[in-house]
């Protein structure tokens, strides 16, 4: 029975978008580039958006799988669900997607966005609208990280009338999943509009790994996340002023792990398991708070103002280093080091995979409370407006942002003994002992920005400040209760300024040419080795064409890095002192993005269906071009004109589609090349790669009547076996084939 309804999506699942949004969202009033009504062929540079519709094909829950379809996005893979994307863009590293600007609504989202950037918390794409990807000058009106990207994600706006939708998924894995949101406004006289939305995105699996004697232990994962906006509309003294007040809170708890496979055990069962990892588990709460403002005066110049704060904490309680003897943490080894020479390491990956008989000595399995605690608030401020000088346009925006944010950083271990497979608690550190310490950050930016247009010109210069205060406060691993006594503090302050300059000619009604140079920034983190912010010159040159049957696009970039910043965390690895920094000197990247949408029906003149096809495709080349050692293990010992890891050369999403009106679906395929885990150059050796890979989903999906719709989705419909990277430590599996079955209703 499975195999036939395979077999019916692959035939059904080809088209395009699933529902249409039946409700009309209120006026958009996020700080954002594009928004979830605008178009990106206007902005003078590289930028996309995905739309509610886009969204609607697959309902994904998982962010990764979105962006295959945007070109020039790199993604790392790592537990088959994007519970923590590894996000790149244009080549910068993709590690936690630390390298690119991360917002939701147009404020910054990652737990800690200038002292701790990299996102061990990720806004969950299955509540979204909408997504921006900006990739060219337009991104210096964000910030602080400009040297790839933006990626901001819009969150359900509030209804015009009254509405709401209910998605129900289930379906392999015991995967349950639902989306529910209701809201709208209200006329309560006298000029006065009030309304909100409450939303709340339910979801959990069990998981595709086996953990070794524990076949019924789930390695999946149980998400609550809850979204309530509060709107007040009021026309008064000839201004009509918008307030929005929104909260979220989620809470996440996953039976996730760092431990991967060894090759021989890859190949034998890769969604094995070892034993010691049984513990693993990640524990996290969220929260956002944010005001908005909006207003419009008589003289057309818009004020939008957000005032936010966010939290996140978390603790992921995972393996961390084995000590065969259980003499103490200074004679153990990492668990990335064990993977990697499994047989120098063979009573210490004994342990790890704790096989019947096998008892070890107390205190020999380590694992760690990674607990940290994430604060972040500031306020954004923009106006906007429009003037006309002569023959030219401008259409002109002024943007400040005053932010803080702070990391603490508390953690210790428990140590076990393995016995017959199953760890017993032996001993625990105490609290703070592996480390202790605050890092802090204050910024003040400011960005101006002209869109100027005279004949069949657009030309954007813009220019962002950022002022950086930076302090990294260290109690040490024997002071718990932080008196100071050994107190060690490290401060750094960065200034810059990032220029941007975006350029667009319409050759005709269809052609367009854009270029662009931006200069890409990044800070140091607080404590850094560096005093070195990243620092990049950003150029871009393409065409794209654009009429009602299909559109194409091509984009050269090349980014020249003065100076690449490396960052050691566990999840590259480790090997070094968390959190420190290394520089990698010069890097060229260079690279090709092409993108094509069409509609075959109506290029074939076939009425009352659509057959939407898309290929997105990206080459990328990113070299050093210096040689030095460095203590950073994916650099390593690096010879000028290696590769930078983790960076495919090649890769390419494309999708075929159908809409017929009452039914239709889209099979979509998405391949990458090989990658190199250690920068190299040559033929990549065995130990340091990642097989190149394709990946089917299809859906497809039949509308009941005009408020319900049965839908079905499949992942990875081939079934395809293949491995998406070699970190933290060892290779780690894509996720298999799974089937969903899903219902949505509106109202």
């Not at 101006?448 to 002022?467: K, M, S």
């Not at 060690?488 to 810059?496: D, F, H, L, P, S």
């Not at 890769?651 to 990458?672: P, T, Y």
Request: with cysteine.
């Amino acid at each position: 029975m499975r195999q036939i309804l395979l077999s019916a999506t692959a035939l059904a699942a080809l088209a395009s978008a699933a529902h249409g949004q039946v409700e009309t969202a209120a006026a958009t009033d996020v700080i954002t580039v594009i928004g979830l009504n605008g178009d990106a062929d206007a902005i003078a540079g590289s930028a996309d958006l995905l739309t509610a519709e886009d969204l609607a094909v697959h309902d994904y829950a998982d962010v990764t799988r979105l962006l295959r379809t945007v070109a020039g996005v790199n993604i790392q893979e790592e537990d088959g669900y994007g519970l923590r994307p590894n996000i790149g863009m244009r080549g910068t590293g993709l590690d936690r997607s630390e390298k690119i600007t991360l917002m939701e609504d147009g404020v910054l989202i990652s737990p800690a966005p200038y002292a701790a950037p990299a996102a061990y918390y990720f806004p969950h794409a299955g509540r979204m609208a909408g997504v921006e990807v900006i990739k060219g000058a337009a991104g210096v009106r964000y910030g602080p990280r400009s040297q790839g990207g933006s990626l901001n994600l819009l969150s359900t706006p509030v209804p015009e009338d009254l509405s709401g939708r209910v998605t129900v998924w289930a379906g392999d894995e015991n995967t349950r999943r639902t989306h529910a949101h209701i809201g709208g406004m209200t006329d309560a006289g006298d000029g006065l509009r009030i309304g909100g939305l409450i939303e709340g995105f339910f979801d959990s699996a069990d998981g595709f790994k086996v953990i070794d004697g524990m076949s019924d232990a789930s390695t999946g994962y149980d998400i609550e996340d809850y979204v309530g906006k509060l709107r007040v509309e009021l026309d008064g003294g000839g201004l009509t002023h918008m307030f929005e007040l929104k909260g979220q809170y989620s809470d996440e708890l996953s039976n996730e792990t760092y431990l991967g496979l060894t090759d021989a055990d890859f190949a034998a069962d890769p969604f094995r398991r070892y034993a010691a990892s049984q513990l693993d588990q990640m524990d996290a709460e969220h929260s956002e708070w944010s005001l908005r403002y909006r207003t419009e005066f008589s003289n057309g110049v818009e004020l939008s103002a957000v005032a936010y704060t966010t939290t996140f904490a978390r603790d992921w309680f995972k393996l961390d280093r084995v000590d065969p003897d259980g003499a103490g943490a200074a004679s153990s080894a990492s668990i990335s080091s064990i993977l990697s020479d499994p047989i120098g390491n063979a009573a210490a990956f004994a342990i790890i995979q704790g096989g019947a008989g096998l008892v070890s000595a107390d205190d020999a399995v380590l694992i760690k409370h990674n607990n940290r605690d994430y604060a972040a608030e500031g306020v954004q401020l923009e106006l906007a407006g429009e003037a006309a000088f002569g023959d030219a346009s401008h259409g002109w925006r002024v943007g400040l942002r005053v932010h803080q944010d702070e990391m603490d950083r508390f953690q210790w271990r428990e140590n076990f003994r393995m016995d017959n497979g199953q760890l017993v608690l032996t001993s625990v550190d105490a609290p703070g002992s592996d480390s202790n310490r605050i890092e802090t950050a204050e910024a003040v930016a400011i960005f101006v920005q002209d869109e100027i247009a005279f004949g069949r010109w657009v030309v954007t210069p813009g220019l962002r400040y950022e002022q950086i205060e930076l302090r990294r406060e260290d109690y040490g691993r024997n002071d718990p209760t932080r008196t100071g006594a050994s107190l060690t503090v490290r401060e750094n302050t960065v200034e810059a300024f990032v220029p941007g300059l975006g350029v667009r000619y319409d050759l005709d009604a269809n052609w367009t040419l854009f270029g662009g140079v931006h200069r890409g920034f990044a800070p140091p983190a607080p404590g850094s080795t560096t005093q070195e912010a990243e620092d990049a010159t950003n150029w871009e040159f393409g065409t794209r064409f654009r009429d009602e049957m299909f559109s194409v696009e091509a984009i050269g970039f090349f980014n020249a890095y003065q100076n690449l910043i490396g960052t050691c965390t566990n999840s590259t690895g480790g090997g070094c002192a968390i959190g420190d920094q290394f520089d990698g000197g010069k890097v060229d990247v260079f690279g090709l993005e092409l993108t094509g949408d069409a509609d075959l029906a109506a290029i074939a003149g076939i009425d009352g269906i659509e057959l939407p096809v898309r290929l997105a495709y990206t080459w990328t080349d990113a070299e050093f071009q210096t040689g030095f050692n460095s203590g950073f293990g994916p650099w390593g010992n690096v010879q000028a004109g290696d590769a930078l890891p983790y960076i495919p050369e090649h890769q390419m999403f494309a999708s075929l589609g159908l809409d017929a009106g009452r039914f239709g679906g889209e099979v979509s395929l998405s391949w990458v090349d090989e990658v190199r885990t250690v920068a190299g150059q040559g033929t990549i050796p065995a130990a340091e790669s990642v097989d190149a890979h394709t990946v089917l989903d299809a859906s497809a999906w039949y509308a009941v009547s005009e408020m319900v719709r049965a839908r079905i989705s499949v992942r990875n419909l081939s079934d395809e076996i293949y491995t998406v990277a070699r970190r933290p430590a060892g290779l780690r599996p894509g996720a298999p084939r799974a089937v969903l079955f899903g219902l949505s209703v509106d109202f």
